[in-house]
């Protein structure tokens, strides 16, 4: 596998405005309106409302306690909402939705003593429609390590095996949950490159991220949610410039360099440290 | 100083340890208050179940007459060695099962009253000092007791002198076969026992293990139903219990000289049904909870009852009937007594049968719950 540098080294690369990407109308894969959210004593959530593309990817950027995993959780029919609707194709969320999507958590533990191919063969079987195994493998660059035990994975290696269960089912939409949190910086470009073979396949994709390099380079589309509401939502260059003016990604500003999504961020959600 | 900083930073460290430890214990109240609990329970269930009157010398079954209990048999003195101390009296469920234990020496003597007393008073006994309550109040004395006696065991012997000693027109008649070793009867119960505690731990803990760890949650994002984890689980489990049963079981034939009297397919089907039962059992603990200590806990309160009452070490024959009833709710109770039902004395399925159904109704409920109420995730 080629693990060089991906598109986002030194300053961030220039990407085409992509919301809705195509010049066909395209059509939403996954609805959601109005979710709400609450636990006893907080409101998570507050009434969030978002249409995922077909083919496009999807960033949700949030500080910590946003709501973001909570949310991202409702669309992953994972977390029942208190109030709202999800749709799935104009369906409710069912087994279809199930055997259509593919879900990449931010932690998750695998059986210990299965290697890498015996993971992926086990989820392999839980599909009605799947890829061939080897090319799975292949996907994820786990062709070499397909007899190593899953606890002898390094980081890098075990998100990749994630990323392969997440594609076993050759999934319609694909949700990647703070997939490079923890890795080092090469393992995180070469997450990149292979996020970006899914999306050149037509996988739609929603990811969250605290890397707001991650979500420049990888996302058509980001919202930026705070306090469980989404208060920004738009390309990511399209952002940046109607925060901080036309040109403003490319045009260096008042500390030298272009503005990116780390600014929009700051500026959105305030440099409070949350707890 | 900081010499003496460093001397002692282990202890610092270790105490350190100790005290987030201890926090963590204390603050996961359920857990807390099952180790508090827990072994208030066991004592008392000890200090319960083995508490009372001395051990007796001897035990004798008894067919009292129809209607009659054994307490009213004893209050109207219907016969002499009634009222003999230190002696086990019970009422076998039926008169066949009672003389093949005779004939096993796992009984000293039976005793058959039933023939004793007519249901039609000739005679009212007006010198009568108990007050007799029931059918008894207006029976008669008919006939002569009758008793077995195996001349082959030494305690029967003892016994049948006692017996002389109070009732010397008492009809005699006799049964052979040698005793069972207590290896033979114990050893169901040993197998047994391994069987309940590999199938009730292993499915319990892997489940708990597998929802702390997230990776339950992995699998509720896939077409996978509860029913389909838990089938797959219990399945597993069922495989590797039976086949190291049956590893363990079919060396000790040849080693011990483990008898089967009965058939071994039916013994087979007993054992699977058992640790099916077991298993599920194990799967209802699984189903709700999510901390490892916490399952341990109900994981064990689930076995003891079994250890103690489920007849691994003893019989429970002749203890209270509240006891008996709460052992006739445990499945080790039904496998246990199937299995020895089907290695001692040659039981075959019409005989058995009651307790494979209780067995498989165990397992419907058991698997019933687990599947209804069980949590994919860490609330």
New interface residues.
Partial sequence: MNVGPATATGSLPTKNSASPPSTATPSVLLEATGLVKHYPKVKAVDGVSLKLYAGTCLGLLGPNGAGKSTTIEML???LPPTAGTLRYRGEPLG?RF??E?G?Q?Q?????EFLTVRETVEL?HG???HTLPIDEVLRLCALEELEGRDNKKLSGGQLQRLLLA?ALVNDPNVLFLDEPTTGLDPQARRAFWELVQGIKARGTTVLLTTHYMDEAYVLCDRIIIMDHGKFIAEGTPRGLIEEHFGEGAAERPGPEGRPHNLEDLFLKLTGRDLRT | MSRNIRRFAPLRRLLALLHARNLEFIRDRRTLGWNLLMPFGIVFAFAFIFSGPEKPLFKVGVLTPSGVTLAQAKAAHLHPLLGTRFVDFYTPDNADAAVRKLSRHQVDLLLDLRSTVSDKPVIADTTATTTVVGPLATSVALAPAHYWVNPDSPKGYLTEQLLRLNDRNAVRNTVSGKAISYVDWVLPGILGLNLMFSSVFGAGYVIVRYRKSGYLRRLRATPLTAFEFLSAQVLSRLLLVMTIATLVFVPLTWIVGLHVAGSGLLLFLLASLGALSLISLGLVVAAYVSSEELAGGLLNLCTWPMMLLSGVWYSLEGSSAWLQRIAQALPLTHLLDGARAIMIDGAGIADVWPHLAILAGMVLVFLGVSAVGFKWRVD
């Avoid at chain 1, 932690?107 to 059986?111: D, N, R, S, V, Y």
Wanted: proline share 0%; glycine share 6%.
């Fill in positions: 992953e029919g994972s087994d199930r055997q999507s879900i958590f932690k998750t533990a695998l059986q989820f839980l599909y009605d269960v």
